[in-house]
């Protein structure tokens, strides 16, 4: 059902988007940034209408508009008009296709990711459908919801603020490791900040191919996380009220390493739980493996891994944590599309791969 989105309903969504990110998709603090840019900018109190796929007009298509670059770079820049350039970019691109955009998906899920949409929809006058190409945040376009069940990366469009474009037909349009190479090395030339538009979504592709609801369900998390701060009570048992949840640990974040390469950060976070216990989040970008002091692996990715501080409930992305935060790990499942199709697990093992998981597949929620 349509509703109308004011800055309560987008607060909550961002802090349950954070916390299902599971160490990416950029930081609460700069979805909220853009969201208090927005209503200087305009002068007004935020509005943006949210619908079902269902309410989709027929014979018109949803895209996907998300940010890309640097997590750093993004908390120093007021990044607003690359989304509606990369918008007006792949607009254009498909009405030459045949096919109208008149509505944007989320990307994935995050502090910054899951407001893209909305900023973009809100300053064009469009809806925003309530769904995300991911259900999580993911560390490269090879490891989506889209590229898991064939949704194409052609065309794919890269903007930055000024208005510097490309457009790209990748040969294989379903090779989703090229589309994020061509991707990452443009906004490289644009001083790691742009906007990328590809995912070309049918009402059906929403339904049945990616995260259907995932903004709702996000919004839900995000009200249980707040209800959680507004009592003193436990978030672990709060979100559990409503969805699938579990506490890994609560501890203090005794260590962090962090190496940046080919524009990823990759590390792990040490926590050392309050009965003494240590516990690792392996990351590259995401939180991709739980484990324990002894290597007992507690679950990867793509299911949720995430970490929340205890004291201004605050949940983190990897650009968040650090040394001495006293933190809460929570286990999450993700989207049931990821489990339709051998690909949802098979597109992980280059990332388990790199944080030097050598287990059989996923370990699931």
């Given at each position: 059902m349509a509703r109308i989105m004011k800055r309560e309903n987008i607060v909550s969504i961002l802090y349950g988007a954070t916390l299902l990110g599971a160490g990416g998709g950029g930081s609460l603090s700069d979805g909220l940034k853009c969201l208090a840019d927005l209503e200087a900018d305009t002068g007004k109190d935020f509005e943006c209408r949210m619908i079902d796929a269902d309410e989709m007009e027929d014979g018109q298509y949803a895209g996907v508009i998300a940010g890309t670059g640097s997590p750093a770079v993004l908390k120093q820049v007021h990044w607003?008009?690359?989304?509606?350039?990369?918008?007006?970019?792949?607009?254009?691109?498909?009405?030459?296709?045949?096919?109208?955009?008149?509505?944007?998906?989320?990307?994935?899920?995050?502090?910054?990711?899951?407001?893209?949409?909305?900023?973009?929809?809100?300053?064009?006058?469009?809806?925003?459908?309530?769904?995300?190409?991911c259900g999580r945040a993911v560390p490269g376009l090879d490891a989506t919801l889209a590229n898991v069940h064939g949704i194409p990366t052609s065309p794919l469009v890269v903007s930055s603020k000024e208005g510097n474009t490309i457009v790209a037909f990748p040969k294989d349009p379903f090779n989703g490791k090229r589309a994020e190479n061509i991707q990452r090395n443009y906004v490289q030339s644009q001083g790691w900040i742009a906007?990328?538009?590809?995912?070309?979504?049918?009402?059906?592709?929403?339904?049945n191919k990616i995260a259907f609801g995932e903004i709702?369900?996000?919004?839900?998390?995000?009200?249980?996380?707040?209800?959680?701060?507004?009592?003193?009570?436990?978030v672990a048992e709060y979100i559990a009220r409503k969805?699938?949840?579990?506490?890994?640990?609560?501890?203090?974040?005794?260590?962090?390493?962090?190496?940046?390469k080919a524009g990823w950060d990759w590390g792990y976070n040490e926590i050392t739980a309050d009965d003494g216990k240590k516990y690792y989040i392996d990351f590259k970008n995401e939180n991709i493996v739980a484990r324990d002091e002894d290597g007992k692996v507690y679950m990867t990715a793509p299911d949720h891994i995430s970490v929340i501080e205890t004291t201004?409930?605050?949940?983190?992305?990897?650009?968040?944590?650090?040394?001495?935060?006293?933190?809460?790990?929570?286990?999450?499942?993700?989207?049931?599309?990821?489990?339709?199709?051998?690909?949802?697990?098979?597109?992980?093992?280059?990332?388990?791969?790199?944080?030097?998981?050598?287990?059989?597949?996923p370990v699931r929620f």
């Open positions: 607003r008009d690359e989304g509606v350039n990369a918008f007006n970019a792949l607009k254009h691109v498909c009405f030459f296709e045949g096919k109208k955009i008149n509505y944007l998906v989320s990307g994935e899920q995050g502090g910054f990711a899951t407001f893209t949409p909305f900023l973009v929809c809100s300053i064009l006058g469009m809806d925003v459908v309530d769904a995300c190409c906007a990328f538009g590809t995912w070309v979504c049918s009402k059906d592709d929403i339904k709702s369900f996000a919004e839900t998390v995000g009200e249980q996380i707040l209800a959680a701060r507004a009592a003193d009570g436990d969805i699938p949840c579990r506490k890994l640990c609560t501890g203090v974040i005794t260590k962090k390493t962090l190496e940046k201004g409930y605050l949940p983190l992305s990897n650009s968040d944590t650090e040394e001495g935060q006293h933190v809460s790990v929570l286990l999450l499942p993700v989207h049931e599309a990821w489990w339709t199709t051998p690909k949802g697990a098979e597109v992980w093992q280059p990332y388990y791969d790199t944080v030097g998981y050598t287990g059989d597949g």
